[in-house]
């Protein structure tokens, strides 16, 4: 690619984070004031030498004007800090990034919003972040508060927003004005499945304009239906760079190779911390395999630091190329107390899973899939399973691809099996 075709230029980008070193202080005042606050701490003794962290090193890479690129990766694999870097938001400590035109970014929830001002307020504000002046933001106001749908709520200070509401409405706000370079995190996780459509169709049509979207997830599916390539990030290097299938195929066998019995390593970011699904297991199948047409049964175990209520449980289906067949959200619910662990069985009725290799992502939170869902904890991996043929006669195999590569699953059945 040549330096005068891309959006972002990367070359030998690293940060580099320390663990355990003490901040120098600049000026006998902040020494004082670092004493008062915190006085315990001038007596600690340091028990060795900070801890050098590579959280990204050796990234080099060239993105094309209107391309949608993904990046996936476990926890700690280095993505959130490559977009950081990319945003500006940080600093790197080796290597350079040129970024050619204006970068709107989504790295959390309601990142870049003041808590005290409305709704109004924060889209006018970010527009002036973003070097737009008050008319050209004006100009685009109806449509950022049509697409976050928060018209009741649009003077109301942001504070009182539920991260439904924060998230649609800082997503729509970075789409909406005219960033040349979009920056999208795993936040998409907040919203509800009809708006993550939405937003799916607002990335596709930034890219067609000729401007660039870097988008992080753990989501497969939505990886590959959306993303011409993809970037593998493994222990905060570039693992492979390429088509959007050919990577995700491999992260996938990546996974599957490493992960322990039960439930993968791949747990989204921010989420387990109350609770947690500790345990997947595919039951009535010992060697994993399902013959065509027969229901799906597993047994999962929830544990949780705190009292919960009305819980349910949300799966979706992976294929090996991380395509998402398939999804549903209990009807039944479950309380959880807290430091015991709880026994589920889940029976997903057949739909008509065409022969092949199959992964699950699991889901416990409050909500229904085509509602709002806050979950609590979500996994991805494990267990795998095979659809093999039926011996009597040829195998019928129903079009289950819906809009964004998934159909909603119903007649699933929830039981609580021990406590």
């Known amino acids: ?58 990234a080099s890479f060239a993105v094309a004007p209107g391309e949608i690129v993904g990046v996936i990766g476990r926890n700690g694999a280095g993505k959130s800090t490559l977009l950081k870097i990319l945003a500006r ?6 290597g350079t990034a040129e970024i050619r035109g204006r970068i709107g970014s989504l790295l959390e929830v309601g990142s870049g919003f003041h808590q005290e001002l409305t709704g109004r307020d924060n889209i006018y504000l970010n527009g002036a972040v973003l070097g737009m002046s008050r008319s050209e933001t004006r100009s685009k106001f109806e449509r950022i508060v049509d697409f976050a749908e928060v018209a009741d709520f649009i003077d109301t200070p942001v ?21 040349e370079i ?39 599916g939505m990886i590959s239906s959306l993303c011409q390539s993809v970037m593998y990030l493994e222990h905060g290097r570039i693992k492979r760079f390429g088509p959007a299938a050919e990577v995700v195929a491999e992260y996938y066998a990546d996974v599957h190779t490493a992960a322990d019995a039960g439930v993968a390593d791949v747990r989204l970011r921010g989420f387990g911390e109350e609770c947690r699904i500790t345990s997947v297991a595919l039951l009535e199948s010992p060697d994993s395999t399902l013959p065509f047409g027969r229901p799906i049964a597993l047994r999962i175990v929830v544990e949780s630091t705190r009292a919960f209520r009305d819980l349910t449980v949300g799966t979706s289906v992976f294929s090996t190329e991380g395509s998402c067949v398939g999804s549903l959200v209990t009807r039944e619910s479950f309380a959880l107390s807290p430091d015991r662990a709880l026994s589920l069985r889940l029976d997903i009725p057949p739909f008509n899973l065409a022969p092949g290799s199959y992964y699950l992502g699991l889901s416990v939170g409050r909500g ?48 609580v099996e021990a406590d």
């Open 1 to 58: 690619m040549s330096s005068d075709r891309h959006a972002i230029r990367a070359q030998g980008l690293g940060k580099r984070y320390e663990i355990g070193r003490r901040l120098e202080h600049r000026t006998a005042g902040d020494a004082l004031t670092a004493l008062l606050r915190h006085p315990l701490k001038a007596f600690a003794v340091r028990s060795g030498p900070p801890t050098t962290i590579w959280a990204l090193k050796d």
């Open 159 to 179: 504070k009182h927003y539920s991260s439904g509401m924060y998230m649609r409405l800082a997503f729509a706000v970075a789409a909406h004005l005219d960033p």
């Open 89 to 94: 938001i940080t600093e790197p400590t080796e």
């Open 182 to 220: 979009l920056l999208v995190d795993e936040v998409l996780a907040v919203g509800d499945v009809a708006f993550q459509e939405k937003c799916l169709a607002r990335m596709k049509e930034v890219s067609q304009s000729n401007r660039t979207v870097f988008f992080v997830s753990h989501s497969l």
């Open 368 to 415: 229904g899939l085509q509602s709002e869902r806050t979950d609590l904890d979500i996994v991805i991996g494990k267990p795998t399973f095979r659809v093999v043929p039926v011996a009597q006669g040829p195998v019928v195999v129903a079009n289950w691809h819906a809009k964004w590569g998934h159909v909603v699953i119903p007649g699933a059945r929830l039981m």
